[in-house]
């Protein structure tokens, strides 16, 4: 009997459960409701402005305002210099609360305030469009409509009254409209002097904080409050017209118009420290004004020289007497790797008396900080010749900037109609042999051909090498043949030279500008580059 139940029992099992697929099937077809049609389709430019909106509710303004453009180049470009630009960012905006945090530790008696971790997080900000505009002023007006979801890592340290708290922002959420303008216009890259920022409506901000690792945006009433406390407190520092300053340049500086030129005679130098292991040193001499980091002048290379003789002169555009200053560093040239700096000292061009040259001889120093004790270490001394040339009302050039092209006089017996081409070869990036890369630098130009050292398995050579080609008048209709060879690492060798690249350099520029100084990139090279700096000087 206990068998045949069994049996009995799995078969009504069975039969029951497909029974019930069978009929469940035969409802679900049979009572499928009938008022159900297909949606209709109509064009966007058919539906009102609330059914836009309820459809596509993230419209950029670009498409709703038609004096915003569109910027999507920016969101890429933004996309790639994020993590530069977020580091950028953490710092400036450090400098900027450092005041603010010192101010209001003391008026609320609190120890100190610091940042633990600062970061902006991998997801860059998005502008929805961009409104720019043209004004009479010296000045250039953007109004970008910015969205950002971000997620930073924000972690502040307080301590008061002897207790410590750590208090964290994250999941960060801002819509704003800022005002981003850029005055005055100048003529000093990066041709402002300053940004000055603005917001014209209330921001919306939206976060999580932490503090000790308790998410206080979850404690009833708090949320809120916290929200309209720091909207309140942004829109009374920033909302336009008051503004948050940058600055970027002093346009006291960049404004002013020369005032004269200061003439420096590097003779040479003395005692210099043996840096080199199998050698002496390889000194040659960098001079740059004090405001100016992107724009500078050098000597040649003297090669395996302690006592090096250089005797060549330079031109700098003064603007302001009394705040510039010139910078003279003395650097070891290294084959490979950047040069090795030796010492510096700085010359206060308001010590200087006009139209009279001053002979100075300059004690090395490693920095301009007194305190250094290492500035007592004998480093050698630089000897130069300096005469500062104040301009004449009369003489006053238009538009001159200290980044103009002086470039020193052409020798004697130089034709006089002429000038001296000099070819100055500084260094290639990314070369790449098939069988061997062993660069050296050949320069073809009417008919002379000059070569430079050959270095041996580097990609990326640094010769800073001079040639000078004697010119009988401007060659502003010729080229210059620049070619980067490999040569062979041994003359038996199965494997000849091999030519790695090459650019043909038209001459115009530089007789028209005096002096240039690019990077070019290699025909017949993958990735290859070369930078070359031409001058062009007469009599």
């Known amino acids: 009997m206990g068998f045949v139940s069994t049996v009995l029992g799995f078969c009504g099992f069975g039969s029951g459960l497909t029974a019930g697929v069978v009929i469940g099937y035969y409802l679900f077809i049979y009572f499928q409701p009938s008022d159900v049609k297909n949606p209709k389709i109509r064009p966007l430019v058919e539906?009102?402005?609330?059914?836009?909106?309820?459809?596509?509710?993230?419209?950029?303004?670009?498409?709703?305002?038609?004096?915003?453009?569109?910027?999507?180049?920016?969101?890429?470009?933004?996309?790639?210099?994020?993590?530069?630009?977020?580091?950028?960012?953490?710092?400036?905006?450090?400098?900027?609360?450092?005041?603010i945090i010192a101010e209001n530790?003391?008026?609320?008696?609190?120890?100190?305030?610091?940042?633990?971790?600062?970061?902006?997080?991998?997801?860059?900000?998005?502008?929805?469009?961009?409104?720019?505009?043209?004004?009479?002023?010296?000045?250039?007006?953007?109004?970008?409509?910015?969205?950002?979801?971000?997620?930073?890592?924000?972690?502040?340290?307080?301590?008061?009254?002897?207790?410590?708290?750590?208090?964290?922002?994250?999941?960060?959420?801002?819509f704003a409209a800022p005002r981003i303008t850029l005055k005055p216009l100048v003529s000093n890259f990066p041709c402002f002097a300053k940004i000055f920022v603005s917001l014209m409506e209330k921001p919306h901000v939206d976060f999580g904080l932490k503090l000790l690792g308790v998410d206080l945006m979850a404690i009833p009433g708090l949320y809120g409050f916290v929200q309209e406390t720091i909207k309140n407190q942004v829109v009374n520092m920033y909302l336009w017209p008051k503004t948050l300053e940058v600055p970027i340049l002093d346009p006291a500086i960049a404004l002013k118009k020369p005032v004269g030129i200061v003439q420096i005679k590097v003779v040479g130098a003395r005692k210099l420290q043996k840096k080199d292991l199998l050698g002496k040193s390889d000194p040659f001499v960098k001079l740059k004004l004090s405001d100016n980091k992107l724009s500078f002048q050098k000597t040649k290379v003297k090669y395996n020289n302690l006592n090096p003789e250089w005797n060549e002169e330079f031109r700098f555009v003064i603007k302001d007497l009394e705040t510039q200053s010139l910078e003279l560093s003395v650097y070891d040239w290294e084959k490979v790797g950047r040069p090795e700096k030796m010492g510096m000292n700085v010359i206060q061009l308001r010590e200087l008396t006009p139209d009279e040259t001053k002979p100075l001889t300059l004690k090395l120093l490693k920095n301009m900080d007194p305190n250094d004790v290492q500035n007592e270490k004998s480093r050698g001394e630089i000897i130069l010749e300096v005469t500062y040339k104040p301009f004449k009302e009369e003489d006053l050039p238009k538009d001159v900037s200290e980044d103009a092209n002086i470039v020193q006089k052409a020798p004697d017996g130089t034709p006089l109609d002429g000038g001296l081409l000099v070819v100055i070869v500084h260094e290639a990036k990314d070369l790449e042999g098939k069988h061997h890369t062993n660069p050296y630098v050949k320069i073809l130009y009417r008919g002379e051909d000059k070569k430079t050292k050959h270095i041996r398995k580097n990609k990326d050579p640094r010769w800073e090498e001079v040639f000078e080609f004697v010119c009988e008048k401007p060659p502003i209709n010729d080229k210059i043949?620049?070619?980067?060879?490999?040569?062979?690492?041994?003359?038996?060798?199965?494997?000849?030279?091999?030519?790695?690249?090459?650019?043909d350099i038209s001459l115009a520029d530089v007789v028209r500008n005096k002096r240039t100084n690019e990077k070019y990139h290699l025909i017949d090279s993958k990735n290859g580059q070369i930078q070359i700096e031409l001058e062009w000087r007469t009599s």
């Open 105 to 174: 530790t003391a008026k609320y008696k609190i120890d100190s305030v610091e940042f633990e971790k600062f970061t902006l997080g991998s997801l860059p900000p998005s502008f929805q469009g961009m409104k720019v505009y043209v004004t009479d002023e010296q000045e250039l007006i953007m109004e970008p409509s910015l969205k950002w979801a971000g997620n930073p890592n924000v972690t502040v340290v307080v301590k008061a009254y002897g207790l410590k708290a750590t208090i964290q922002v994250v999941d960060l959420q801002i």
């Open 47 to 99: 539906l009102d402005s609330k059914s836009l909106e309820r459809i596509l509710s993230e419209i950029p303004l670009w498409v709703k305002c038609p004096d915003y453009d569109r910027i999507d180049w920016l969101n890429k470009f933004l996309e790639t210099m994020w993590p530069y630009l977020n580091k950028a960012i953490c710092s400036t905006a450090t400098k900027i609360a450092e005041p």
């Open 481 to 503: 043949h620049v070619e980067v060879l490999s040569k062979p690492p041994n003359k038996g060798i199965i494997h000849s030279k091999e030519i790695l690249g090459y650019v």
